[in-house]
């Protein structure tokens, strides 16, 4: 009996451990207006790093499958794309997480735990700014692509720039509450197990 008791928690045991071992890292390429896409704004123009957060919070703050715009924004005149694209959730945010500003060409991101969205500045006015969802790809590298035109024009437009964000005031952590549950869960019925078999 005891010996089957033991072996009913090594199983539960190795259930709660072995999907933390399949999880494996994944290195996922996104593309122009791809469907992590949340959108896009038109045209990519000169800005500086403080506004960029006013591009992605207005595209956020859209009802998807519109357009908005021509409005002026930073100086300049611009539209924003949403596209069919809703994840949840979608905060606002404040400052960039990491990037480059000042002509950097950074294509690769390790998506760090609070991380919601990935922004790609393309040519300046001949292009545009291409915001991806990366809040469900926590724990992968992401790549962008090197060359793109999010208006969809035909354009071959160059990286100017890219950043990743995190909701205003911070990003979210994972949360350890259900985690803890799941296995006091787990320990109980083991609990009530052993008491049948050993009754």
Known sequence: MRLAVKGLIMVAAGCLV???????????????????????????????????????????????????????????????????????????????????????????FDIGAGAEYLLGKYDGPQGGLEVWYVGNLVGDTVTIPTNGDPNGGGGNYGLSGSWTFSPSGGGSVPDGASTLLLLGGAISGLGLVRRKLMA
């Open 18 to 108: 072995l999907p933390s071992i399949q999880t494996k890292a994944a290195t996922i390429g996104l593309d122009i207006n791809d469907s992590q896409a949340l959108g896009y704004v038109s045209p990519g123009v000169d800005f500086g790093d403080s506004d960029i957060p006013g591009y992605i919070n207005t595209l956020v703050g859209m009802n998807p499958n519109t357009t908005l715009g021509p409005i002026q924004y930073a100086g300049h005149a611009n539209t924003w794309v949403r596209f069919a694209y809703n994840p949840s959730p979608l905060d606002t945010v404040t400052s960039a997480d990491e990037g480059a500003s000042s002509g950097g060409k950074v294509t690769s």
